[in-house]
């Protein structure tokens, strides 16, 4: 990890237990994104998503396949609506966007997963007609847990 990625002031160790491990990959040809973290990393994205604002830092991954590339932060705000997530314009970023409604909704799964989930397993964030809090122009999001050994306490 360079030092040029994580920069004095802009992470909270303390919400993670230490090192940043958080990382999203994106695909340019289908619009997914896959977001992992550690459980501790999941639960301070759902305390932002449920703020309605703010940026988080990420791990660069030199070989990000099979995705297109590696993101260099998520940035959250608070918009109308449901949630939009996507390549921010610059394309170095994770945009998640929506009402406080829908952000909370967001953060509920996020949580609940970080909170339960097995090692290994994953969270699919799909659009689908009728979706609670997810645009139907939103691309897919795929959350795993990573580096955590055992369940949240």
């Excluded at 990393?41 to 998503?49: F, G, I, N, T, V």
């Excluded at 309605?52 to 918009?79: C, H, N």
């Excluded at 109308?80 to 394309?91: A, E, L, R």
């Excluded at 969270?123 to 939103?138: C, I, K, Q, T």
Aim: net charge negative.
């Amino acid at each position: 990890m360079d030092s040029s990625t994580i920069r004095s002031g802009d992470y909270w160790p303390w919400e993670t237990g230490g090192g940043v491990m958080t990382k999203v990959l994106f695909d340019d040809s289908t619009g997914e994104s896959e977001l992992s973290g550690t459980r501790s990393e999941l639960l301070s994205l759902a305390r932002k998503l449920r703020s309605g604002g703010g940026d988080t830092l990420l791990v660069k991954v030199s070989d990000p396949f099979p995705y297109s590339r590696s993101l260099l932060r998520i940035e959250v705000r608070q918009a109308s609506g449901k949630v939009m997530i996507s390549s921010s314009g610059d394309g170095e970023s994770l945009a998640v966007e929506g009402g406080m409604e829908s952000l909370s909704l967001l953060a509920e799964n996020i949580e609940g997963f970080a909170l339960e989930a097995d090692q290994g397993g994953h969270l699919h964030v799909d659009y689908f007609p009728g979706h609670d809090y997810l645009a139907g122009e939103s691309g897919s999001l795929v959350v795993a847990i990573d580096g955590d050994v055992g369940q949240a306490s």
